[in-house]
């Protein structure tokens, strides 16, 4: 195995270990982060703008100021809709040099694109909740279309967007370091041996 | 840049290679069809397993379809839990990356191998997790557990580019 690999296959565990101190330290504020962009945006498609999204005890409640204040209040677990913040940091921190400047852009703009694609899953989970879960005022107020478009969405934003968008943004945020990494060891060993039979070569001329 | 442009890009063809796969892959297991003839008793196998393993360990583990339960603690196995959704991520990735069929094989069997025996583990550590600390059996089952399971699956991936896809496509 080359060296680059084996150095981030290493570091992989400490790495994971530092991403859930992290985590746990600024879960509050990725909780409202995300929380509020997702309530920006369902507000941004609704007339009138009643939703409200309050996190509490690490789960965004889902208010409607037109329901009566007796009405039960439905929840979306923040941590399930957060954790794999964990995985882009442990993948990032992994790399060579993650403090260099252009590093620390990348995990930025990355990290960007998780919380937008954690709202977008909390968009999904509430949007979903209205067009399926309210009984009668469902039916009325969302055909099956939007119920289908919305229920599609979720399950798509669920587990199959949670587990693969950290890998595909560290990917794709990376790719240049990511293969430079996993080719490294080859390219080394290449240039090891052409420049041995260089050297061979130069003592026999 | 026009598409013919963004296919010449490796970077571009594995991310969209690897989105399509992605998403055929979970439309079909989303199937209901799909789900009843194959999800459903392949989390009963999930589940029987670690109901053996558990034995193994002198639990009175009993199976009821994706439900392992003892005197002390029972755990169900839902679609998340049962290591198809990695699976499938990990499958993604090696289809979506360049490299030779024989490659590719190994790689999808390894990996899926791999993958449910690192699951396996996760479901008995759980069990276990739930009968000593119970109070923790949440953190450890999403924040933790997730986490790990993801990121065995991603450096299962990188281990099988390394060895397997790369030294080949480079000669």
């Not at chain 1, 080859?186 to 070569?201: H, M, V, Y």
């Not at chain 2, 991603?154 to 030294?167: G, M, N, T, V």
């Amino acid at each position: 195995m080359k060296n680059a690999t084996q150095v981030f296959l290493r570091r992989l565990p400490m790495t994971l270990i530092a991403a859930i101190v992290i985590w746990l330290l600024v879960r509050p504020v990725i909780d409202s982060a995300v929380a509020g962009l997702a309530q920006t945006l369902i507000r941004s498609f609704e007339y009138p703008r009643v939703t409200r999204l309050v996190i509490e005890d690490h789960r965004a409640q889902i208010r409607r100021t037109d329901l009566r204040t007796d009405s039960t209040v439905r929840s979306v677990s923040m941590t399930e809709v957060t954790f794999n913040t964990i995985v882009l940091l442990a993948l990032y921190l992994a790399l060579p040099r993650p403090f260099s400047r252009r590093q620390l852009e990348r995990l930025f703009m990355g990290w960007c694109v998780l919380c937008l694609s954690q709202s977008i899953n909390l968009l999904f989970h509430v949007k979903t909740l209205y067009a399926t879960g309210l009984g009668e005022w469902s039916q009325h107020n969302y055909s099956d279309l939007a119920r289908n478009v919305f229920g599609f969405g979720r399950y798509f934003t669920d587990l199959p967007g949670r587990f693969s968008f950290p890998f595909l943004i560290w990917l794709g945020f990376n790719w240049d370091v990511i293969m430079k990494m996993l080719r490294v060891s080859g390219d080394e060993d290449t240039k090891q041996k052409t420049g041995s039979k260089q050297k061979k070569k130069s003592v026999k001329g | 840049m026009n598409v013919r442009e963004l296919w010449q890009k490796p970077e571009a063809r594995f991310l969209i290679l690897f989105l399509a796969i992605l998403g055929v892959s979970f439309t079909v297991v989303a199937l209901r069809q799909v789900n009843d003839v194959f999800v459903t008793p392949y989390t009963a196998v999930i589940a029987r397993m670690s109901g053996f393993i558990l034995r193994v360990f002198g639990e009175e583990a009993t199976v009821s379809g994706c439900v392992v339960s003892s005197p002390r603690f029972a755990v169900t196995i839902y679609n998340g839990c049962n290591g198809l959704i990695t699976s499938l991520i990990f499958i993604s990735g090696v289809l979506a990356f360049p490299a030779k069929i024989s490659a590719k094989l190994i790689g999808v069997i390894g990996g899926l191998l791999a993958i449910q025996l690192i699951n396996l583990v996760r479901i008995v550590s759980l069990f276990y997790i739930g009968v000593l600390l119970p109070q923790h059996f949440d953190d450890a089952h999403i924040f933790i557990w997730q986490s790990l399971v993801i990121i065995a699956g991603i450096s299962l991936w990188i281990l099988w580019a390394h060895k397997f896809a790369l030294p080949q496509e480079s000669s």
